[in-house]
């Protein structure tokens, strides 16, 4: 185990980038993937069409490929970003739409007779959705969420392929020293299962204490 007591450092480092990349990601992630979902069922076709069409892309497209692409296609833009900002951004718009259908899944327990109520009661459309039908949907997605943000902490691995010294990419050059693949990829992916516990029980605690009483 000397092999990591050498390289605490640069391991530690590592990891917290990867764990910054993962929390600033998944709250651009969470604001964004709420947005795209009142979007989605507003009443005005434009905006229903706009998320719906975002939601495809992203689910449908692999996260690699647009990694890549924004290395080299952002630059052409002239949009001159450091590579963690970069990845940031594109874990953001990627778990963003997974957040959204999330959500989505969350609105469907909003009973009907609640958003009837609430235009009786002379309550805009944003009013409705930020006041009546967001809160409800967010509290009874917090799972769903969680496993987002789990699957999103894992995504951050896939940054090491476009440049970005993170826990995994650390690994790797370790490995390519030590010549320990095993030992070393193995620890490695204790450390992401225990990134995933912690955030899979801190989801499942925030959604006891946030549980709709039916």
């Known amino acids: 185990m000397n092999i990591f007591a050498d390289s605490a450092g640069p391991l530690l480092s590592a990891l917290g980038t990867t764990i910054m990349m993962a929390v600033i990601a998944g709250v651009a992630a969470i604001v964004l993937g709420t947005i795209v979902t009142a979007a989605r069922i507003s009443p005005i076709p434009v905006l229903r069409g706009i998320a719906f069409v975002y939601v495809q892309f992203f689910v449908n497209v692999p996260l690699l490929v647009l990694l890549i692409l924004a290395v080299f296609a952002l630059p052409d833009a002239g949009l001159l970003l ?24 969350g609105v469907n327990t909003v009973g009907t007779g609640q958003i009837e109520a609430s235009r009786a009661l002379g309550f805009t459309l944003v009013q409705t959705l930020r006041l009546v039908v967001v809160p409800q949907a967010l509290r009874a997605a917090v799972q769903p969420i969680g496993n987002v ?6 995504n951050t691995a896939l940054a090491a392929a476009i440049g970005v010294v993170e826990l995994t990419s650390e690994a790797n050059k370790l490995n390519l ?16 299962m225990a990134l995933a516990l912690i955030i899979g029980l801190s989801a499942g605690r925030i959604e006891k204490r946030v549980a709709i009483k039916r």
């Open 82 to 105: 450091p590579l963690t900002p970069t990845a940031i951004i594109v874990l953001a718009l990627y778990e963003a739409a997974y957040v959204a259908e999330a959500i989505r899944s």
């Open 149 to 154: 943000m789990i699957a999103l902490t894992m």
């Open 177 to 192: 020293v030590q010549a320990q693949p095993i030992l070393i990829f193995s620890v490695a992916g204790l450390v992401y």
